[in-house]
């Protein structure tokens, strides 16, 4: 029988039955992500707009000025892993897609690192993320300065720190010519002649409920530490190409806390 005649969303190993996600709960639920608090720190640089051009999915363009985003996004209470919560780190480009149907403006997530398996495997397979497994420590907060950092088996790879944080007026504008976040989705065929899923999926900008708090602003710098094969044996070559961005200009970072959020069921495959 086809697992489209099930009802509920299946992950392997699918003969247990379908599985809970951030998208259904143990009853085929929704869960309410309304009052789930999050910490996002933020920094901002440019770089050399040919370099940064050579990481891009097909389709895509650059979008404006060559501007790297990095995120780190701290995430509690979520009620799909039972009060429980977890960090993720991306890198995300600003561009154009342009396909055979449409076109549209958003940003493309290159790699997101998170802490925990459950959200890597249920994002990979549900909504075709590009996620990678580290550590994703506490901050370090130390005489106004907030240090983060991403670590693989006691290595780490990534450095960001903000400093010099002051109370912004206002918190951030969404842009209304904004479609949502990019992803470049690809899943390998186990049969030679068949050919790879090879798509562009994306997270579409809104649906979501988001009460911010406070919302700081200040300097910000992030450092990719380039890496040997035996530091990081499976990712070495993410790390190294985004350790080869020149950082032409730093653009600053900030420190938002929220609240809101939505189980992104909206994703949906690009024309």
Not at 12 to 22: I, L, N
Not at 230 to 259: C, K, R, W, Y
Request: glycine share 10%; hydrophobic share 35%; aromatic share 8%.
């Amino acid at each position: 029988m086809s697992l489209r005649a099930y009802l509920g969303r299946h992950r392997m190993p699918v003969v247990f039955g379908p599985s809970t996600s951030p998208r259904q709960g143990p009853n085929g639920e929704s869960y309410d992500y309304s009052r789930a608090p999050r910490t996002t720190s933020t920094v901002r640089f440019l770089t050399d707009a040919a370099r940064l051009s050579r990481l891009l999915p097909p389709l895509c363009a650059l979008d404006g000025e060559p501007i790297v985003t990095v995120e780190h996004v701290e995430l509690r209470e979520l009620e799909w892993l039972a009060g429980r919560g977890y960090n993720m780190l991306g890198v995300k480009f600003p561009v154009a897609y342009v396909g055979p149907r449409e076109s549209l403006r958003g940003s493309f997530l290159s790699v997101l690192w998170e802490d925990r398996p459950e959200p890597i495997l249920s994002g990979r397979e549900e909504l075709g993320f590009a996620k990678l497994f580290c550590e994703l420590p506490p901050a370090r907060v130390l005489n106004g300065r907030t240090t983060r950092s991403a670590v693989w088996d006691g290595h780490e790879f990534v450095r960001m720190t903000l400093d010099d944080l002051a109370p912004a007026q206002e918190p951030p504008q969404p842009d209304a010519s904004f479609a949502g976040v990019l992803h470049h989705r690809f899943v390998p065929s186990l049969r030679g002649d068949d050919p790879d899923v090879e798509e562009m999926v994306m997270t579409p900008a809104g649906g979501a409920q988001v009460h911010y708090g406070s919302v700081r602003r200040g300097r910000g710098q992030v450092e990719f530490r380039r890496s040997s094969w035996e530091q990081l044996p499976t990712m070495f070559q993410v790390v190294n190409a985004l350790a080869d961005l020149p950082v032409l200009e730093e653009l600053g970072g900030s420190l938002i806390e929220s609240i809101g959020g939505k189980d992104l069921s909206d994703q949906r495959v690009l024309g």
